[in-house]
C-alpha cells in the first residue's frame, strides 16, 4: 500500500523544518557559551576634548549641583506600566545623553546634550525630547562652540517666572505621632510589594534601568520624593 505523493511532500517538508529549528537552536547555545580566547580590547577615554571641557565648565559654575556625563536615556525614566517595560527598553535602550545635572539627593534637573558634529537624527531629537518633557527634565541640545554663557544655564536651573515663596508654617504634630507612623510605614511596605509583584511579572530583573527604584519609598529616605527632598528654588525647575 503506498502513501499519496502530498503526504510524502508534507513529511519531508515537516523534517526540514525540524532540523532547521535544530540547527538554529544548537548554533544559538554554541554562541552563547563560547567566550573569545583572547580579549583584545583597549582603554579609552569617556569624554573626548569637548566633552571633557563642557564638564570642567559645568562642574565649575554649578558646584551646588552633580553633573554626570554619558548616562543612557533609560537610566532617567521608566514607563508606569511594568507590561511595557520591553517596548520602551527597545525605543529607548540605544539612546543616552551628553551631561546631566542633578540635586544633592540625585533627581534629575536638567539634561545638556552636545551635538555631534555629524549631527543628530530628528528621530533620535523628538524622541529625547519627549522623553525629558514627559518626565519634566529640562532640556538644552546643542553643539559645543555655541553653549550658552554659564549665567544662562544658571537660569536653567530656576524656575520659571517664580517668585520666591515663603517657607509654610510648620503643623502641629498628631497627637498618637506613633501610630501614624506605624500606619504610613504599613501602607509603604504594602504598596512596595505590590509593585514588586507587578514588576516581576514583566520579565525584566529587579536590577533592570526601568525596575522601581526602592530609593523613592518612605517619608525618612535620603532619596525622598522631589517635592519633600528639594528646596523650593529648585522644586519649580521641573514644573
Not at 16 to 37: D, H, K, M, N, T
Not at 106 to 116: C, K, Q, S, T, Y
Not at 146 to 159: D, G, I, K, T, V
Amino acid at each position: 500500500m503506498t502513501l499519496p505523493l502530498w503526504l510524502y511532500a508534507l513529511l519531508a517538508g515537516m523534517a526540514l523544518v525540524c532540523a532547521f529549528a535544530v540547527g538554529r537552536y544548537s548554533l544559538a547555545r554554541r554562541q552563547r557559551r563560547s567566550l573569545p580566547r583572547q580579549w583584545l580590547l583597549m582603554a579609552r577615554p569617556v569624554l573626548n576634548s569637548d566633552e571633557r571641557r563642557t564638564m570642567r565648565m559645568l562642574r565649575e559654575g554649578l558646584p551646588q549641583y552633580i553633573v554626570l556625563a554619558k548616562l543612557p536615556l533609560v537610566r532617567l525614566c521608566q514607563p508606569r506600566d511594568p507590561r511595557r517595560v520591553r517596548y520602551w527598553f527597545d525605543l529607548l535602550g540605544s539612546l543616552h545623553v551628553s551631561f546631566a545635572v542633578c540635586s544633592p539627593n540625585g533627581r534629575v534637573i536638567a539634561v545638556i546634550d552636545l551635538e555631534p558634529e555629524r549631527g543628530v537624527s530628528r528621530r533620535a531629537s523628538k524622541i529625547k525630547q519627549s522623553v525629558l518633557d514627559a518626565c519634566r527634565i529640562r532640556y538644552l541640545s546643542c553643539k559645543a562652540e555655541n553653549l550658552p554663557p554659564m549665567s544662562e544655564l544658571q537660569l536653567l536651573l530656576r524656575p520659571q517666572g517664580a517668585a520666591p515663596r515663603q517657607a509654610p508654617l510648620a503643623a502641629a504634630p498628631p497627637k498618637n505621632f506613633q501610630q501614624a507612623r506605624s500606619t504610613l510605614s504599613d501602607t509603604v511596605r504594602t504598596r512596595r510589594a505590590e509593585r514588586s509583584a507587578r514588576w516581576a511579572d514583566s520579565g525584566f530583573p529587579q536590577d533592570s534601568f526601568f525596575a522601581p527604584d526602592s530609593r523613592l519609598d518612605g517619608p525618612s529616605s535620603e532619596f525622598a520624593p522631589l517635592a519633600a527632598a528639594v528646596p523650593d528654588s529648585l522644586s519649580g525647575s521641573l514644573r
